[in-house]
């Protein structure tokens, strides 16, 4: 595995991009309310346990919802009228 890729994995806990992309599939084809859903998703998956699609779907939704809440105090903080220095 090349260094750029090793460290990705490294990066998503030991989850190769190929792991991520089968878990946010899973969870858009099984959503709240599906019998099973997480055993269903980790079998889906294939090379991960219930218990670990689990938090590695709560780091997912973690990371989202802190990107998005970056991005809501960017966009404040431009649209906050700049002080000017009275002279």
């Known amino acids: 595995m090349e260094k750029a890729k090793e460290e990705a994995v490294e990066e998503q806990g030991g989850w190769r991009p190929e ?3 089968l878990l ?3 969870i858009t084809r099984w ?4 019998t099973q859903r997480w055993k269903t998703i980790a079998e889906y998956v294939g090379s991960r346990s ?4 689990i938090k590695k779907s709560q780091e997912l939704v973690d990371r989202k919802n802190a990107e998005m ?3 809501r105090e960017q966009k ?3 649209a906050a009228p700049t002080k000017t220095p009275l002279n």
């Open 31 to 34: 959503p709240p309310g599906a």
């Open 76 to 78: 404040i903080a431009a």
């Open 69 to 71: 809440e970056e991005k």
């Open 24 to 26: 946010t599939k899973g």
């Open 50 to 53: 219930q218990k670990e699609v």
């Open 19 to 21: 792991e991520i992309a």
